[in-house]
């Protein structure tokens, strides 16, 4: 499987539904009241508090070409919140959004592969390891998995906040949550969403003391079987390049189509 525009362009979309979803679900829970989403560019910045780390911008410039005042509404949409501009830029999109924004003053700041596999592929989605149980969608207890979500992505040592994002991300009505169980306690989670037939695999979680028995690996076989029912005839994710979720996901066939690259501009 490679990159190409149109498939670029398909992930990229989904990227922007899916973080507008993020915002409706914050906002309409009262966990982010404030919560906001601007459509921009063809893409969409969101703000869900100051600091957040839901908080940026995807999807600009993938069906068309983007406007330099378009940029700047998008700076000023930040600067009215007291935070630094940010942006996800894909490789493939249009060469003008690459232009405004070094000319702007845009910098990188971090970079993140996207990962995708054919579900026409091989339907081998990996055995289940020995000792393991993974809940699905209604047998899931959300406060479970929020737990899980907020420990796992921080050395089982989350904060107030930690628990925070963990709970507004736990909201989504439209996403499939997943739990691992190892030896009947929770050890890891996971959330699948499918949007015209793509499907997105993310808050993959697993706490420290469970590491190293399969556990990523069996929430990504069940979310897979879970697309393939839904059907999906592909399915994404993103992971910190070199990471070990990388190669969890390259082992059950996920292959690198692009780093995104998310940009800062200057100032605080």
């Not at 600091?51 to 999807?59: C, F």
């Not at 930040?78 to 070094?102: F, H, I, K, M, Q």
Request: charged residues 25%; glycine residues 10%.
């Amino acid at each position: 499987m490679h990159a190409d525009s149109a498939l670029a362009a398909r992930i990229e979309s989904s990227g922007v539904r899916d973080m507008e979803s993020y915002v409706v679900a914050a906002r309409d829970s009262g966990v982010y009241p404030d919560a906001a989403f601007f459509k921009v560019g063809g893409g969409v910045a969101t703000w869900f508090s100051a600091h957040n780390l839901l908080n940026g911008s995807i999807g600009l410039g993938m069906t068309r070409h983007v406007e330099l005042e378009e940029v700047v509404a998008l700076e000023a949409f930040y600067r009215e919140r007291g935070l630094r501009p940010v942006l996800d830029l894909c490789p493939l999109a249009d060469p003008s959004l690459t232009r405004w924004v070094t000319e702007r003053g845009f910098a990188p700041i971090s970079y993140e592969n996207v990962l995708a596999r054919r579900m026409d592929d091989a339907n081998d989605f990996a055995a289940q390891a020995a000792g393991l149980e993974v809940l699905v969608g209604e047998a899931v207890d959300r406060r479970v998995w929020l737990d899980l979500e907020a420990r796992g992505f921080t050395e089982d040592q989350p904060t107030e906040e930690d628990y925070r994002v963990a709970n507004a991300t736990s909201r989504r009505e439209d996403a499939t949550r997943v739990v691992v169980m190892a030896d009947d306690v929770p050890a890891g989670a996971g959330m699948l969403t499918v949007d015209a037939g793509l499907g997105h695999l993310n808050g993959d979680s697993t706490l420290p003391a469970f590491r190293g028995r399969g556990v990523q690996q069996a929430a990504i076989a069940a979310r897979l079987r879970c697309a393939r029912e839904a059907g999906a005839d592909v399915v994404y994710v993103e992971t910190a390049p070199g990471s070990g979720s990388q190669r969890n996901m390259e082992r059950m066939g996920f292959r690198v189509l692009y780093t995104r690259v998310t940009l800062a501009a200057h100032g605080s």
